[in-house]
């Protein structure tokens, strides 16, 4: 079955700690994305990726750091620096954009994080 | 830039009656529309998607949308309400310009027996 997965499901940081979410696909997308859920407010763009070994901040990147070494993996760390981690995690990813198109995104099942 | 909103962060109906959850959107460029679904703790599902091929676009689970230019609408409807419809609804604008989504602040469908 291809997918998006998410590891772990919850996740407890302590203060000054910096954890890191896992996000795995096996879709062949070319894109990912890691968004942030608030009660009330949406999802926010943290990063995305768009090939490997390239990655752009988005809307609120601060605090926040990932990778991209494989086409199927993009992980995300949350740092100390993050001083109001708690939320809940979606990773997102999406084929290569065809010639004026917009792709659809698939959501991974999320993570949330849990400050101690 | 672009933005979405989302009327209504709450919705309350009957089963069997008519869903109407409203989102507005603003674009610089011609924009694509979706819905998704959210159940509680899990990832989002997508329910249908604009492209502009059709103004009406049909979706999973018996949901409609339909884009309207003049009003920069895109409500998501459903003629009969399900217990299983219970569920938070998002709606999102993208572009050609911008591969990421941007996303409305959601809105929780309750749906009472």
């Known amino acids: 079955d291809g997918g998006i997965t998410q590891s772990p499901k919850y996740l407890f940081r302590k203060e000054g700690q910096n954890v890191t979410l896992s996000c795995e696909q096996n879709?062949?997308?070319?894109?990912m994305y890691w968004y942030r859920q608030d009660p009330g407010q949406g999802l926010r763009l943290i990063y995305y990726?768009?090939?490997?070994?390239?990655?752009q901040k988005g809307d609120i990147a601060e605090g926040y750091s990932v990778s991209r070494e494989k086409k199927e993996s993009f992980p995300l760390t949350v740092t100390s620096a993050q001083k109001n981690p708690t939320a809940f995690y979606l990773c997102?990813?999406?084929?290569?954009?065809?010639?004026?198109?917009?792709?659809?995104?698939?959501f991974g099942p999320g993570t949330r994080l849990l400050v101690l | 830039a672009q933005s979405v909103t989302q009327l209504g962060s709450h919705v309350s109906v009957s089963e069997g009656a008519l869903v109407l959850l409203r989102c507005n959107y603003s674009?610089?460029?011609?924009?694509?529309l979706f819905w998704y679904v959210q159940y509680p703790n899990q990832g989002l599902q997508l329910l249908l998607k604009?492209?502009?091929?059709?103004?009406l676009v049909k979706g999973i689970n018996g949901f409609e949308a339909e884009f309207k230019k003049s009003e920069t609408s895109f409500h998501l409807t459903k003629p009969s309400a399900h217990m299983s419809d219970a569920a938070e609804y998002f709606c999102?604008?993208?572009?050609?310009?911008?591969?990421?989504?941007?996303f409305g602040s959601g809105t929780r469908l309750q749906v009472q027996p």
């Open positions: 997102a990813s999406s084929a290569r954009r065809t010639s004026g198109g917009q792709e659809t995104q698939y």
């Open positions: 879709l062949n997308h070319d894109a």
């Open positions: 990726s768009q090939i490997v070994n390239d990655f």
């Open positions: 674009s610089s460029v011609p924009p694509y």
């Open positions: 604009y492209t502009s091929a059709a103004t």
């Open positions: 999102a604008v993208g572009n050609t310009g911008r591969r990421a989504l941007t």
